[in-house]
Structures are given as structure tokens and as C-alpha cells.
């Protein structure tokens, strides 16, 4: 069965880094996008942006842009999104989530979640 | 940036149906996604643009005209309680998430 596992939670200090993995398993990595959502405690969901394992192609949400790395390894069909500076609003459950593609630029919607990785960002 | 607006709240009697709006700019000319998300899971699709994923009841639908979605659950059960956010894709704003309506089962 189709599932994506997240690496365990991190706790970081402001101005740090922090880098997360979702490793895929059940279907074929490079025939669909993969994004990541954040949800901060309490709140809704924060779509980040996304990448696409067959050839690398990354959107990022404006927001993010110049603070986010999104890769794949295709090898060993796990995706990594790395967020730099951290602030205390980025705590936050990380989730990445196997997207539908709608054209190969455009995503559509998200079929199969990993279980979110919690990220707190604290002094 | 394109915005979509859901109550925050729709509270229903087991039984009823419950109906939760999606608001957005032309929204019908979209396609429209939602998700149910219960306390300390991940969300899941339960409704995407005009169809039931395998697995979803039949008690979910879902409808789309003008500037409104809506997702339709019929005989609300009390395992239905859950958040819910309705997704679209934006030429404007890529991916844009509503805020989210809690249903709660009386």
C-alpha cells in the first residue's frame, strides 16, 4: 500500500535549520509531485510549495522563497524539505503529501499524506 | 491572492445531513478539493472535484456552481466529526487552502 513515512520531531532554536524526510513507498516515486504542508498548532493548512521527482522542477510559495529547499533522491524515493532561519511562527506540523499533477506545472490535489513531522522552534 | 472562506463552525444531530460552503471568486469555473482532518491525523481526501476516492462513503457529495462549493454529508454520523478544508488550484495564488469549518455532531 501506498505510504509516506516522516522523520521524527525536531525542536530548534531561532535562527537555525531544520530538514525533514518523507520517504515513499507502494507506488512508482517519479509518476506523481510531491508537496509539503505546514499546520501550525490550532491552525489551518499552509501549502509550501512543491517538487517533481522526474525532473526536479520545484514551486515555491512566495513566502518561502529563499528559505526553502525542497529535493528528491530518487534512488531511494525519499523527498527532503529543509527551512533556514527559523522563527518561532514556523513551529508547525510539517506534512508532505503525494500531489496529483494536474499539468507538469501545475498541481492538483493531495492523495496520500505522511503522518507530519512536529517542528518547535524555541530559545 | 485568490481566497477561500468556510464557516469556522456547523454543528448537526446524528442523522441530518450537514452541508459545508466553500466561498471563492468564480469557484465554479474551478476544481474543487476537500479534506477532513481529525484531531492528531493527517488529512484526508474525501472529495475530489466530482468524485468519491475509493474507500470515501457514499454519504459524501459535493457540488460547485457560481461563487460556491459545498460538501454534502448525509446521515451524519458521530465518527464525521472531524475539520474539513476545501482546496483549489489559483492561476494567481497556486495551491490556496479554505480556513478550515469544524463539524460537530450533537
Known amino acids: 500500500q501506498v505510504q509516506l513515512v516522516q522523520s521524527g520531531p525536531e525542536v530548534k532554536k531561532p535562527g537555525a535549520s531544520v530538514k525533514v524526510s518523507c520517504k515513499a513507498s507502494?507506488?512508482?516515486?517519479?509518476?506523481?509531485?510531491l508537496s509539503w504542508v505546514r499546520q501550525a498548532p490550532g491552525q489551518g493548512l499552509e501549502w509550501m510549495g512543491w517538487?517533481?521527482?522526474?525532473?526536479?522542477?520545484?514551486n515555491y510559495v512566495q513566502k518561502f522563497q529563499g528559505r526553502v529547499t525542497m529535493t528528491t533522491d530518487t534512488s531511494t524515493s525519499t523527498a527532503y524539505m529543509d527551512l533556514r532561519s527559523l522563527i518561532s511562527d514556523d513551529t508547525a506540523v510539517y506534512y508532505c503529501a503525494r500531489t496529483i499533477v494536474a499539468t507538469m506545472t501545475i498541481p492538483s490535489f493531495f492523495d496520500q499524506w505522511g503522518q507530519g513531522t512536529l517542528v518547535t522552534v524555541s530559545s | 491572492s485568490y481566497v477561500l472562506t468556510q464557516p469556522p463552525s456547523v454543528s448537526v444531530a446524528p442523522g441530518e445531513t450537514a452541508r459545508i460552503t466553500c466561498g471563492g471568486k468564480n469557484i465554479g469555473g474551478k476544481s474543487v478539493y476537500w479534506y477532513q482532518q481529525k484531531p492528531g491525523q493527517a488529512p484526508l481526501v474525501v472529495y475530489d472535484d466530482s468524485d468519491r476516492p475509493s474507500g470515501i462513503p457514499e454519504r459524501f457529495s459535493g457540488s460547485n456552481s457560481g461563487n460556491t462549493a459545498t460538501l454534502t454529508i448525509s446521515s451524519v454520523e458521530a465518527g464525521d466529526e472531524a475539520d474539513y478544508y476545501c482546496?483549489?488550484?489559483?492561476?494567481?495564488?497556486?495551491?490556496?487552502f479554505g480556513g478550515g469549518t469544524k463539524l460537530t455532531v450533537l
Open positions: 507502494g507506488y512508482s516515486f517519479t509518476n506523481y509531485g
Open positions: 517538487i517533481i521527482p522526474y525532473n526536479g522542477h520545484t
Open positions: 482546496q483549489v488550484w489559483d492561476s494567481s495564488s497556486d495551491v490556496v
